[in-house]
């Protein structure tokens, strides 16, 4: 079995996998990061979103050897361990956002990368149009769209952990 | 109200975890020396299973053993069952096929599963399942319920497929008023199937312990005791004492995640049989074949009326597709849970409703968010609406002309209304949504070469479920009352261990708030314990809208107990006569005096126990409930769809939504919004995207998220929330509960909107693009390019 390295929310990792072992997994699996999550196998529903060298990605579609050498952030590697909650976490609580909370970390992951990609002054349109990646099947959307636009005002105020480079 | 006390949208507890990617949902359980289950599932709508050769599969890498339905009968496991049994007109009961977990003569729907692969990986399992050699003797399958009755026979037990004939209602009251009626309105309705999808997909994770003679599982479920029960006493897996259900985060259910699946039973069995923990986590293409659907009703519905518009009858009849197996509560769907309903807000005098349920060579179909009363409510507001128009009478005015106005209200369908008032929901609604301004908006629309409509939606429905001699009479093999117990801890915390489960409601705040306000004690000093038969009491789950209106009233019952009894410990403290006792704000206090002891040294005062005699008052303070309703509740409310049509392509945008809803009490409105947010996301689904279709030889052709619609962020509106309140009187709280309300009320009010827009009614679900577009074509042939 091939050997893979990476860094993963800053930790550098190392693992065997077999070459059709997806990122999704080496996380989930190999590493117990279980906050990423599977909710299908045809890359709809942007549950497993994380990011690879700051950019978003879905790690159902990508293989973990794809990530050899790569700086991965999972959703557990947003806020600091015992520090505070980055503003996007924040957000999502304060308008709940959130219900059973299933797709909530692909939801935040992606939300980061729609503010890496448009700014931080993000109108309902944008943030519909660009969450064609995930799918939350209990809020409806209209919380979460509210949550985002916060959360990114909130990010503009500084103070707060970006996404890692 | 306190901040954190009823009615305060206070932020919620579970969250924490979630944001963090701390939340433990099944998959997340690793148990040590788990192995990874593999279904072999038939790809096939319908066949007799000839041989299975797993010899090939047994030898391949990291593979523990291959089990088929022949080694699953030879164990002599009992099948899986429906729960609720309903008769036909003719007093003979439903027609109940044989369900075992793992078929071993013949498989009746694509996905019915026939071997299982234990495997150390799912890789491994998936490697080893691809090489079982299954030979299929096929057989001809049949999809339609409307062709159903001549279709080929799928089970012994049900000849012409037929479930039941069941009606309900005074047939020749009805004919007489329809014979003596100015007008009939008559619908041809399709009640498209659905699938749940939860972005969660299915889990079970089962371990026995050789040692204890025990069996644990860990599964995606809405209600581990129900499981529990229904797995030991009549799958017969093991004694419910040996058998403990766990449901940990669960994520979104929607009523899929109530029913007692194959896969569980599966890995039950399998984890005796090979001695290691046994996970099974379904693809999300494999939901699709084994988790139930929903709805897929056709329907043919007539409403009479007389020269002033009043409504004098309804007549409907429906074809309910229940799929190749009865499911655990599918039977109840489309009779008492949907026939019951047909009064909507209306004095009908008289109904009569017909319900077939057949077989088919599909999944099974079972309850899904709203289990019943959206496809009543489509029925209604469709007539209700499609009369004004052929009538000429404004729909609300025609609405306002024959709502009910006094309570309570008997409705000729069984429920006896108990209180509410729809002018306040019309009215408010119609002025949130700006009704008055929308004929100018259409026809600025029209300059655009756009179409707008208005539909309206004036919905009722009944949950709370559920009293139990209510439902018993009806056939329910369970009671539907809800346990609580309130255990206080000798430091003044609070548990709360409640037989409800969260999948996404927020129980673990709002039933924080209630105990918050009524001992008066600090929200984050009472925790929430639920989903786990080891520490909870027997519960009957989260479904139906049941958790505010009878979980939170078995909790407030646990509290007057708690109260009680505190009180005499308070009362030997303070040396004081127990009925001089007030207690108010997390207080104790003797009346007329300043003797007063705190929530905090009464807890601890009665456990440690030195202030009164063991055999005058026993120490401790830990109180339970068993609360049963005594009613159905009935939210209701007015939600009112705008929409903007193109009509070159038939695309549908809603351009507004209003929902007014009346659900009595609220404990905290962030989350009652989030929850008719979500019930309306779904509803639109069903009306404008979701479909879940199947070829004419059983292949399901939506088989994945590349074919089956889901709803995206830009697939709606932002919603316009507003209530109104009439408490319901059944419960200590008035709550009538909101979980389903908004999937409930909104198909009608977008299809209500768009045949308003496009000017004909022969439109079916989903309205996507071209189905809007070829209706168009179809009323209005001049408009061809």
């Known amino acids: 079995m091939p050997a893979v390295s990476m860094t993963v929310n800053g930790k550098a990792v190392a693992g065997d996998v077999e070459a059709r072992t997806l990122l999704v997994q080496f996380l989930r699996e190999n590493l117990r990061l279980t906050g990423t999550h599977v909710g299908c196998d045809t890359s709809q529903c942007g549950a497993c979103v994380v990011h690879i060298d700051g950019i978003a990605a879905k790690s159902c579609t990508t293989l973990a050897l794809q990530c050899e050498g790569a700086k991965v952030t999972t959703i557990e590697g947003l806020a600091e361990a015992n520090g505070p909650l980055h503003p996007m976490q924040e957000a999502f609580r304060e308008h709940h956002a959130l219900q059973c909370g299933f797709c909530t970390p692909g939801m935040i992951m992606a939300a980061l990368d729609i503010v890496r990609r448009r700014g931080n002054d993000l109108d309902e349109h944008t943030i519909r149009e660009q969450l064609d990646g995930n799918i939350c099947r209990c809020t409806g959307y209209h919380n979460i769209v509210k949550a985002i636009a916060a959360g990114a005002k909130a990010m503009a105020k500084g103070g707060a952990r970006q996404a890692a480079e | ?785």
């Not at chain 2, 128009?389 to 009910?404: H, Y």
């Not at chain 2, 006896?416 to 929308?438: C, R």
């Not at chain 2, 689904?685 to 292949?699: C, N, P, V």
């Open chain 2, 1 to 785: 109200m306190s901040t954190t006390g009823i009615g305060a949208a206070v932020r919620r507890k579970e969250d924490l975890r979630f944001i963090t990617g701390k939340g433990q949902y099944t998959d997340d359980v690793i148990r040590p020396g788990e192995t990874r289950a593999m279904f072999v599932r038939s790809p096939h709508a319908h066949a007799k299973i000839g041989g299975i050769d797993v010899s090939e599969a047994r030898k391949m890498p990291g593979v523990v053993d291959v089990l088929t339905g022949k080694d699953f009968a030879n164990d002599k496991i009992g099948n899986l069952i429906c729960g609720w049994m309903i008769h036909s007109k003719d007093g003979s009961p439903m027609k109940m096929a044989p369900h075992p977990a793992l078929a071993a003569e013949k498989i009746c729907h694509v996905g019915d599963v026939v071997a299982v692969v234990i495997a150390a990986t799912q890789a491994q399992g998936r490697d080893a399942a691809e090489k079982v050699k299954v030979d299929y003797e096929l057989l001809p399958a049949v999809v339609d319920p409307a062709e159903a009755k001549s279709g080929p026979q799928i089970h012994d037990v049900a000849p012409k497929n037929t479930i039941y004939e069941w009606s309900l209602g005074d047939a020749k009251a009805v004919d007489a008023a329809f014979a003596a009626a100015k007008h009939v309105t008559r619908l041809h309705i399709v009640n498209n199937r659905l699938i749940a999808n939860a972005v969660e997909p299915r889990v079970a994770l089962a371990e026995y312990d050789a040692g204890t003679d025990q069996l644990t599982l860990w599964n995606t479920t809405q209600n581990p005791h129900v499981s529990r029960l229904v797995i030991s006493a009549f799958v017969g897996m093991a004694p419910e004492h040996k058998l403990r259900v766990i449901a940990p985060d669960v994520g979104g259910g929607f009523g899929s995640k109530i029913f007692i699946y194959p896969e569980e039973v599966v890995c039950l069995w399998a984890a005796r049989k090979v001695g290691r923990p046994v996970k099974w986590t379904a693809d999300r293409s494999e939901s699709f074949i084994t988790d139930a659907h929903g709805r897929d009703h056709v329907t043919h519905a007539e409403l009479a009326l007389d020269a002033n518009g009043k409504f004098l009858a309804m007549r409907v009849k429906t074809i309910a597709n229940l799929g190749a197996y009865m499911s655990t509560f599918s039977s109840s769907v489309p009779t008492y849970l949907y026939a019951t309903l047909l009064s909507g807000q209306y004095d009908i005098p008289q109904i009569y409703c017909e319900v077939d349920a057949v077989y088919t060579n599909t999944v099974p179909v079972d309850a899904y968010r709203g289990a019943g009363r959206p496809e009543a409510t489509f029925v209604v507001e469709r007539l209700v609406e499609v009369a004004a128009r052929q009538l000429e009478i404004d729909p609300a005015d025609l609405r306002r002309r024959n709502f009910i106005k006094t309570f309570p209200h008997q409705t000729p369908v069984i429920m006896a209304y108990d209180a509410g008032d729809y002018n306040a929901s019309l009215k408010k609604a119609l002025e949130t949504a700006d009704v008055k301004g929308f004929n100018k908006r259409k026809r600025d629309a029209a300059r655009n070469g756009k179409l707008r409509g208005l539909g309206y939606s004036t919905y009722i429905e009944a949950c709370g479920i559920a009293p139990s001699q209510a439902v018993g009479s009806l056939g329910c093999g369970v009671g539907l009352w809800e346990s609580a117990e309130v255990r206080v801890n000798p430091t003044g915390s609070v548990e709360v261990l409640t037989g409800t489960h969260a999948h996404g409601q927020g129980h673990e705040t709002t039933f924080a708030q209630l105990v918050s306000e009524r001992l008066g004690i600090p929200f984050e000093n009472i925790s929430v314990v639920h989903g786990d038969t080891d520490k909870v009491q027997f519960g009957m789950g989260t479904y139906g809208s049941r958790s505010g209106a009878v979980g939170m009233s078995a909790i407030v019952k646990a509290l007057d107990k708690i109260e009680a009894k505190a009180k005499k410990v308070a009362a030997h403290m303070l040396e004081a006569a127990e009925g001089d006792i007030v207690f108010k704000d997390g207080k104790f206090t003797v009346a007329g005096t300043d003797k007063s002891a705190a929530w905090g040294d009464v807890a601890l005062n009665a456990y440690i126990a030195h202030k009164f005699a063991g055999q005058e008052l026993e120490p401790g303070l830990k109180e339970t409930s068993f609360y049963d309703p005594t009613n159905f509740t009935f939210p209701a409310g007015c939600h009112i769809c705008e929409v903007e049509v193109d009509r070159d392509t038939g695309k549908t945008e809603i351009v507004s939504w209003t929902a007014v809803d009346d659900f009595g009490t609220i404990i905290n409105p962030m989350i009652v919004e989030g929850q008719v947010h979500g019930g309306i996301a779904q509803g639109i689904g069903q009306a404008l995207l979701e479909s879940a279709i199947y070829d004419k030889d059983g292949q399901l052709v939506t088989g994945s998220l590349m074919d089956y619609s889901m709803p995206h962020a830009h697939d709606l509106p932002s919603f316009k929330v507003g209530l109104t309140e009439t408490k319901a009187p059944s419960n200590p709280l008035g709550i009538k509960g909101c979980g389903e309300a908004g999937a409930i009320a909104s198909p009608a009010a977008v299809i209500n909107a768009i045949t308003d827009a496009i000017g004909t009614e022969d439109l079916s679900m989903p309205a996507t693009a071209q189905a809007v577009w070829s209706a168009l074509m179809r009323a209005q042939p001049s408009h061809a390019a």
